[in-house]
């Protein structure tokens, strides 16, 4: 669960995650694709095309690029709060509990929202987050496959995060 209602007084939610946490998904995936990619001596690319930590500059870039991408989807669905972005922020989870190094987006927080579709919203906006960074890598590397793979898997996961999961958010108004 990447989400909380703490503190409960503020009537917000807040999506967040923690960057070290996804740049570990994001460097075990470019790694283990760059393990299968050879050169002409038949070397493996883990140095060229696999993200490590010396590339965190670069992947501070793609994170923010995603997390203000994917505010502009959730508030299709959703009401936003006036500081709607976590960049690089701490965010507390209860009165005596923080995370910090986040990144995610606050929305209006409706009482009626089913626990079952925030878990899902969340695992939306989470893999969006990734797909958006993995095509931003590959774009970066140069290596354009890969980087239309990760877009459209990204696209499919915008489309996915507004017609399925962000929309049972939205019943209880239509109802």
């Not at 140069?142 to 898997?153: I, P, R, V």
Request: net charge negative; with cysteine.
């Amino acid at each position: 669960m990447s989400y909380t209602r703490y503190p409960e007084s503020s009537n917000q939610l807040t999506f967040y995650y923690q960057k070290s946490n996804i740049f570990n998904l994001v460097h075990v995936r470019t790694m283990y694709r760059a393990k299968m990619m050879l050169n002409d001596q038949k070397e493996s690319m883990v140095d060229d095309y696999g993200m490590s930590s010396d590339e965190d500059d670069a992947f501070k870039i793609f994170i923010e690029d995603a997390v203000n991408d994917v505010l502009q989807i959730v508030l299709k669905m959703t009401y936003g709060v006036s500081d709607a972005l976590v960049l690089n922020d701490s965010v507390a989870i209860s009165s005596h509990t923080s995370v910090s190094n986040c990144y995610g987006v606050k929305v209006a927080d409706e009482e009626s929202f089913n626990e079952n579709n925030l878990f899902s919203v969340d695992d939306g906006i989470k893999k969006y987050i990734q797909y958006h960074i993995l095509a931003s890598w590959y774009a970066l590397t140069g290596l354009t496959d890969e980087e239309a793979k990760w877009s459209f898997k990204k696209d499919l996961a915008r489309q996915d995060l507004i017609t399925n999961r962000l929309f049972q958010l939205r019943k209880r108004q239509l109802t």
